[in-house]
C-alpha cells in the first residue's frame, strides 16, 4: 500500500517563509509533486521531485529526500493569495499519483 | 488552450437515479484519470486509463461506478443506482506519456439527496 503524511493545517503571516513537510511510504516511487488547490477549484501543478535536492520555481522551491522517504515544500515571501491547500503526491507508474490528505494554509496579514 | 472540459460542473440529483459525467481530455494526452474528493477521504484515484485502455481501476468503489473512454477525446464515469455517499467532487485528468504533470478539470460537483 502507499500512505503519505502531511500537516493538516499552517497558518503563517503575509511575508513570512512557511515550509510544508511530507513523508510518504509507497512502492515504485518515480517522483514526488506538489499541487496547489484554491476553495472552489482544481488542483493545479505546482512542482515536481524525481531526484534529490532543491527545484526552485519563483517564491516556490520544493525538496526531496528519496532515503528518507521525505520532500517539502517551501514558500517564501507569503501572500494573501497563497492562502490553499496544498497537496503532495507520489508519482507511481503511468503518472498515477497518490495524493496526501492536504495541507490548509492560511495567510494572515 | 483547453483544458481539460468536464460536464456537468455541477448536478443534483435524487437517490436511485443514473448519474454521468464526462470528460474531455487535452489533445495529445495519452493518460486519463478520474478523482473523487471528499472533506472524509480526500483525493482518491478511481480509475486511470491510457490509451483508451483501463489500466488500473482498484479505486472503483463497487459494482455501481462503470467509466469507459470509447476513443481519446472522451470518457464517462457513470453511476448506478447512485447514493447519497457518492455525493463529492469528481475531477478527469489528463497526461501524456512523456510529461510528469497531470492537468485537472474543474470538476463535477454532485450532491446525491
Known amino acids: 500500500g502507499q500512505s503519505l503524511e502531511q500537516p493538516s493545517e499552517v497558518t503563517a503571516v503575509e511575508g513570512a517563509i512557511v515550509q510544508i513537510n511530507c513523508t510518504y511510504q509507497?512502492?515504485?516511487?518515480?517522483?514526488l509533486s506538489w499541487y496547489q488547490q484554491h476553495d472552489g477549484g482544481a488542483p493545479t501543478f505546482l512542482s515536481y521531485n524525481a531526484l534529490d535536492g532543491l527545484e526552485e520555481t519563483g517564491r516556490f522551491s520544493s525538496f526531496l529526500s528519496r532515503s528518507d522517504s521525505y520532500g517539502y515544500l517551501l514558500l517564501q515571501e507569503l501572500q494573501m493569495k497563497d492562502s490553499a491547500s496544498y497537496f503532495c503526491?507520489?508519482?507511481?507508474?503511468?503518472?498515477?499519483?497518490?495524493f496526501g490528505g492536504g495541507t490548509r494554509l492560511m495567510v494572515k496579514p | 488552450d483547453a483544458g481539460v472540459i468536464q460536464s456537468p460542473r455541477h448536478e443534483v440529483t435524487e437517490m436511485g437515479q443514473e448519474v454521468t459525467l464526462r470528460c474531455k481530455p487535452i489533445s495529445g494526452h495519452n493518460s486519463l484519470f478520474w478523482y473523487r474528493q471528499t472533506m472524509m477521504r480526500g483525493l482518491e484515484l478511481l480509475i486511470y486509463f491510457n490509451n483508451n485502455v483501463p489500466i488500473d481501476d482498484s479505486g472503483m468503489p463497487e459494482d455501481r461506478f462503470s467509466a469507459k473512454m470509447p476513443n481519446a477525446s472522451f470518457s464517462t464515469l457513470k453511476i448506478q443506482p447512485s447514493e447519497p455517499r457518492d455525493s463529492a467532487v469528481y475531477f478527469c485528468?489528463?497526461?501524456?506519456?512523456?510529461?510528469?504533470?497531470?492537468?485537472f478539470g474543474e470538476g463535477s460537483w454532485l450532491t446525491v439527496v
Open positions: 503526491a507520489v508519482r507511481n507508474a503511468g503518472n498515477m499519483l497518490t
Open positions: 509507497t512502492s515504485g516511487f518515480y517522483g
Open positions: 485528468a489528463s497526461s501524456s506519456n512523456t510529461g510528469n504533470t497531470i492537468y
